[in-house]
């Protein structure tokens, strides 16, 4: 719906993992139906996936090279509050948003909040 009757052409990703993950690859998909479409992949830090199993990475690595651009929101490694900053940014730049949130006290929450 927000594709063809709102005509939402660009789609932030803020690069987690989980529904994020699943969110930017459906996007990556109905480019094949509506090639318009844009994926913009905003990152909390340069170090993000560091920690991250191999497997992560791989799927974090094959998003971001098929996403239009990417940008990180810090770009020092991470430090406390990186992640609000990529949150507050993704909400500045959207006119909608789609959240998927199962704890009432979370990061999430708090941005839809």
């Known amino acids: 719906k927000l594709i063809t009757e709102n005509n939402v052409k660009d789609f932030i990703y803020g690069g987690a993992l ?7 690859n459906l996007i990556i ?4 139906e ?8 905003y990152f909390p830090c ?8 191999m497997y ?6 094959s998003i971001r090279l098929l996403a239009d651009d ?8 991470y430090v406390s509050g990186c992640m609000q900053l990529r949150n507050k940014a993704m909400v500045n730049d959207a006119l909608y ?8 006290f979370s990061g999430t929450a708090s941005t839809i909040k």
């Open 46 to 53: 340069t170090n993000q996936i560091e920690r991250w199993s």
């Open 18 to 24: 989980g529904f994020d993950t699943l969110a930017a």
């Open 70 to 77: 990417y940008r990180y929101i810090s770009d020092m490694e």
């Open 56 to 61: 992560n990475k791989k799927i974090w690595e």
């Open 29 to 32: 998909e109905l480019r094949k």
């Open 34 to 41: 509506y090639p318009h479409i844009q994926l913009h992949l």
């Open 97 to 104: 948003g789609i959240a998927y949130c199962t704890r009432q």
